[in-house]
């Protein structure tokens, strides 16, 4: 199978999620990044949460504003219960409240398993999944307290996980991203059980391969990009941007009828194509 390209995306309309304030963690490289710029892009004030690099943030700030949005970075490890607290009521204050919580940051820390230390394990555990908890919990105290706004959207808040092809596909030299990104699928399904009946909806956004800085081996070179098409039945690569249309298009009222639902944005890796002429 060959390795092919595609057409750009087409654009959303610009005032998709206008007067709607975001939230997007992990947002200074890869899909957060291309995330917090559509939120911008079809009208939300966005919160650029990052941990490290704070100039790549600025620079995502900066294309934010340059188009004419609203956008500030805000540091926070969303492992650590203070900081993302103290986000949330940053937000807050600046913002006045919160609609949109894009919660992508992610990690991994890849190991064989009988070599993998507690540290791996744990520290992918507490960003990829503790992290969407916090995160999830103080946007919703928010959301509860604020209710439904009419003119603003037909939701009290939208909460958008960012999870992985991984929730559903086992893969060896990496447990602990595999069970984070299954727990990342029931903990939005639980949350949207929980909260849908205060008009709050709860979703995911599953990726297959995007290019990403942290997949950058995978596709960097043609061999290793026509290596990886070879488990996309679709014939490409993904990117960023593909997966913030998904995310914006699901905190809209456009699908506001789409509650507990996880998009897989991802070729069709999940339909496991070794098996297309037999196995």
């Keep these: 199978m060959g390795v092919t390209s595609h057409d750009s995306i087409p654009s959303l309309p610009a005032s998709l999620l206008t007067g709607q304030k975001a939230l997007v963690t992990g947002a200074n490289s890869g899909i957060g990044r291309a995330t917090a710029i559509k939120m911008g892009q079809v009208g939300a004030d966005v919160v650029v949460n990052y941990v490290e690099d704070e100039e790549a943030a600025k620079e995502v700030v900066s294309e934010i504003e340059d188009f004419g949005g609203r956008a500030y970075a805000h540091r926070a490890d969303v492992a650590n219960e203070d900081e993302v607290v103290t986000m ?45 908890f916090l995160c999830a919990r103080e946007a919703i105290k928010e959301f509860v307290r604020r209710g439904v706004v009419p003119g603003t959207s037909n939701s009290a808040g939208k909460i958008i996980c960012i999870s992985s092809v991984h929730q559903l596909i086992p893969w060896a030299g990496r447990a602990n991203y595999t069970v984070s990104k299954s727990g990342v699928q029931m903990l939005m399904e639980t949350l949207a059980q929980e909260f849908s009946s205060r008009k709050i909806r709860v979703n995911a956004v599953a990726p297959g391969a995007i290019r990403t800085p942290m997949n950058r081996p995978a596709w960097e070179t043609p061999e290793a990009e026509a290596s990886l098409v070879e488990m996309i039945p679709y014939g490409r690569v993904g990117d960023p941007e593909e997966i913030a249309t998904a995310a914006a298009l699901l905190a809209s009222d456009l699908l506001d009828y789409v509650v507990g639902t996880t998009l897989y944005v991802d070729g069709g890796m999940k339909l496991f194509p070794e098996f297309l002429h037999g196995g």
């Design 88 to 132: 949330l009521e940053a937000m807050v204050d600046r913002f006045q409240t919160i609609d949109i919580l894009v919660a992508n940051a992610g990690i991994q820390r890849d190991a064989p398993f009988e070599n993998m230390t507690i540290s791996e394990w744990q520290r992918v555990l507490d960003v990829n999944l503790t992290g969407q």
